[in-house]
């Protein structure tokens, strides 16, 4: 099958990889050509383990294309997946300029009968309006059918999940639609769901709300564990053992980032809101997250009172390990709080620090080694739980830091391994260790 993907940055990138991989021949448009220029040197232009080598494979086998040109990429496409960003709105409100304006693209170039697929996360009901208004634009006798088709890929993992979904949801006005994209995606050997448009919508907000819900919910309990000497790991493993709760995402920390949570729970208390409805649940947990990301702050100055002048190395930038995202990172608050309050921050992070200077707007140094950034330092801040961080041995802080005294937004140690190096040690939801 000859596809299209509009759109290279996560979504569209992984998708047109994928699609290639399962023996798709697929052209990927971006209007950015600094980027098609580095894709087609076989260059990927996100950090995702995995994608370099799928993505070359494909490219040397003369199934996987990048152009700028949408006249060249849409040429003998039967289906065209648009996957571009649909950021957040002063408001709270998906921004769905990008896609209307991808859409209105394809509806001006195309000259063949094609399926629109829409990856990105827009609001029930934005399918509908998308195939109204490419309707309006394409020639007269060239006939379009449109599908949801929601994306539930975690960054850092994307390849992995790409090929081990638990279900691909496609949601369609039509039998023959629905079946087209279900053979398309056959060979990733996932269930799939047909369903229709606005339920499919729904799905992909609904999906992304529970599960920040569930990290809100483990926060919250986390905070009421410290408050009454229990321990968080102890009770989510307690509740995850019952499957009607199920373990995953009750992680307790400093709260979610990245560029889906945030963005897709604001989106969905705003379109509740457009239809009279008040989501009191949600706006609940988008308050109690904002509230994680300030929480080390509050140990921070309970243990020193003031921070002025302190040495601060704070571990993690990206919003959560294998990425060099930063998009909603708890770093991005946290980082300017330490400066405000004077204190000298050093940040480390393996594979995003020279990100730091640009996204993070606060006076602070950067590194991409940990060691640099603990040394000599006053205290330490754990922001992302970095498997090399995760992996190093707590004796690690005692050796390098002028006190080793540990805030870990992440828990990435036991209590046991803290007081066996004699660490000063304050996490989340867990005895402290003094
Ligand atoms: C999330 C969803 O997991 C994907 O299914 C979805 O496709 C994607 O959003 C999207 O809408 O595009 P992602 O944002 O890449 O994926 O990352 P997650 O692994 O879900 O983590 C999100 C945040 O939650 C991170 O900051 C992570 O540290 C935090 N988290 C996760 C916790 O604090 N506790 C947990 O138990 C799990």
């Given at each position: 099958m000859k596809i299209a993907v509009i759109g290279t940055g996560y979504v569209g990138l992984v998708t047109g990889v994928a699609l290639a991989e399962i023996g798709h021949t697929v052209t990927c448009i971006d209007v950015d050509p600094k980027k098609v220029e580095a894709l087609n040197q076989g260059v990927p232009t996100i950090y995702e383990p995995g994608l370099g080598e799928m993505m070359l494979r494909n490219q040397k086998q003369n199934r996987l294309f990048f152009t700028d040109q949408h006249k060249l990429g849409l040429a003998d496409a039967a289906v065209v997946y648009l996957a571009v960003g649909t950021p957040q709105n002063t408001d709270g409100s998906a921004n769905l300029s990008y896609v209307e304006r991808a859409a209105v693209e394809v509806a001006e170039q195309i000259d063949h009968p094609v399926v629109v697929v829409i990856k990105s996360t827009v609001p029930v009901g934005t399918n509908l309006r998308i195939k109204r208004l490419m309707m309006r634009r394409i020639r007269p006798g060239v006939f379009i059918r449109i599908a949801s088709n929601p994306e539930f890929l975690r960054e850092g993992s994307a390849i992995h999940d790409t090929f081990h979904g638990d279900r691909m949801i496609i949601g369609t006005e039509d039998e023959a639609t629905a079946s087209l994209l279900a053979e398309i995606n056959e060979p990733f050997g996932i269930p799939i769901v047909k369903t229709d448009l606005f339920s499919s919508e729904m799905i992909k907000y609904a999906s992304n709300a529970f599960l920040a819900t569930k990290i809100s919910f483990i926060n919250e309990i986390a905070n009421l564990c410290e408050k009454l000497g229990a321990n968080v790991e102890e009770v989510a493993k307690g509740m995850g053992m019952d499957h009607r709760i199920g373990?995953?995402?009750?992680r307790a920390g400093i709260g979610y980032g990245g560029s889906c949570f945030p963005k897709d729970t604001n989106a969905l208390v705003q379109l509740a809101g457009n239809h009279h409805h008040t989501f009191n649940l949600l706006k609940s947990v988008i308050e109690v997250n904002n509230q994680q990301h300030r929480l080390l702050i509050d140990k921070i100055l309970e243990r020193f009172g003031s921070i002025n002048g302190k040495k601060v190395a704070v571990l993690g930038?990206?919003?959560?390990?294998?990425?060099?995202d930063l998009r909603e990172s708890p770093a991005l608050v946290m980082i300017p709080q330490l400066a405000a309050l004077g204190a000298d921050v050093i940040g480390y992070d393996?594979?995003?620090?020279?990100r730091g200077t640009k996204w993070i707007s606060a006076p602070a140094r950067y590194t991409n080694h940990v060691a640099e950034a603990l040394d000599g330092a006053d205290f330490a801040v754990i922001i992302t739980d970095w498997p090399d961080i995760k992996r190093m041995d707590p004796e690690t802080y005692v050796r390098l830091m002028?006190?080793?005294i540990v805030f870990d937004g992440r828990n990435c140690y036991s209590i046991a391994a803290a007081r066996e190096a004699n660490l000063e040690y304050y996490s989340i939801g867990r005895p402290n260790v003094v």
């Open positions: 373990s995953a995402f009750l930038l990206a919003f959560k390990p294998n990425t060099d393996p594979i995003a620090a020279d002028d006190q080793p």
